[in-house]
């Protein structure tokens, strides 16, 4: 892809996402898109197949992002203490900083199946991720004593 192509893209998903957070997804429509963007609806499908795929793109951006940034923090840490630390630092300044995109997800619910399995996805991954973290955490914690 172009690098004007990659720009529109990003563009695309940061207005559709500020659009999906002030209406919600149920109340936002491809034309609606197209028209804060000042663009047509053949470009919106040239980047994306349906309104599921742009969804599907910020989700996906979201929760591959934290969970990279969990690995990140955890595999920073020396000792038990500050890798609990830096997680809870973590997690709590990834939410205050991407309060929108939480506050969208919450709103979401079952409205698009798509995005409802890329989300079941994202959530197995964590959770796998966690179960592995928790298990390497109670394992320093073990030899810490």
Known sequence: MRKTTQEKRKKFVKTTEELFYKRGYKDTSIKDICEALETTTGSFYFMFDSKEGILEEIVKEYYEGFLDKIDETLEAGKNLKEKIAAWVKLKYE??????????????LGTESGRASLVINESEERRTSRSEEHTSELQSLERTSY
């Open 94 to 107: 990834y939410y205050a900083h991407n309060g929108e995109f939480f506050v969208m997800y919450d709103n």
